[in-house]
Antibody
């Protein structure tokens, strides 16, 4: 079955960067895209960015452009999300979520989710 | 402030039906498919409705979705205690060039 297993939580200092991994299994890796969604403590869901594993093309929410980098590794079926210049506002749970579409398509949905990685930003 | 507007809370008793609304605009719901996600306490979100009204495999048909114009709704019939969760609508917003979520509706089964 489809599995998305994320890296463990991390504690970072303001100004640092964090890189979260999402290791996949149970499906052809390059045939599906991947999005990242953030959830601040006690808050709702916020879409951050999307990568087409097939083409490497990316699409970012305006708020995160310039601070987020998405990459993928076909040899390990893993997608990575790096967020730079961290502030306390970046504290939250970060989810990877599989896009049903291989390439960018506005009609796509998020059909499988990782368990979430807690990133805490504190001095 | 979310681009998509949902009521913050809803409630019902076991066996009842409850509907959750999601209001948007022509740049998002009006021109794109709507999905619904269920997030149980302490868990990751789970897709329960996509393309406005379709069910993923394994999701019971007690959950139904509907879209009309710039609004969508999720109806849960035959309410059960295990339906107690937060529900989010989501769609694409052409003006923002990004996916947007509603603020979430916390459902209580009394």
């Amino acid at each position: 079955q489809v599995r998305l297993v994320q890296s463990a939580g991390e504690v970072k200092r303001p100004g640092a960067s964090v890189k979260v991994s999402c290791k996949t299994s149970g499906y052809p890796f390059a045939e599906y895209g991947m999005s990242w969604v953030r959830q601040a403590p006690g808050q709702g869901l916020e879409w951050m960015a999307w990568i087409s594993v097939y083409s490497g093309n990316t699409n970012f929410a305006q708020k995160f452009r310039g601070r987020v980098t998405l990459t993928s590794d076909r040899s390990t079926s893993t997608v990575y999300m790096e967020l730079t210049d961290l502030t306390s506002d970046d504290t939250g749970l970060y989810f990877c979520a599989r896009e049903e579409s291989r390439d960018f398509w506005r009609g796509s949905t998020l059909d499988s989710w990782g368990q979430g990685s807690l990133v805490t930003v504190a001095p | 402030q979310s681009v998509l507007t949902q009521p913050p809370s809803a409630s019902g008793t076991p066996g009842q039906s409850v509907s959750i609304s999601c209001s948007g605009s022509s740049s998002n719901i009006g021109g794109n498919y709507v999905s619904w996600f269920q997030q149980l306490p302490g868990a990751a979100p789970k897709l329960i409705i996509f393309r406005n009204s379709q069910w993923p495999s394994g999701v019971p048909d007690r959950f139904s979705g509907f879209k009309s114009g710039t609004s969508a709704s999720l109806t849960i019939s035959g309410l059960r205690s295990e339906d107690e969760a937060t529900y989010y609508c989501a769609t694409w917003d052409g003006s923002l060039s990004g996916r947007v979520f509603g603020g979430g509706t916390k459902l209580a089964v009394l």
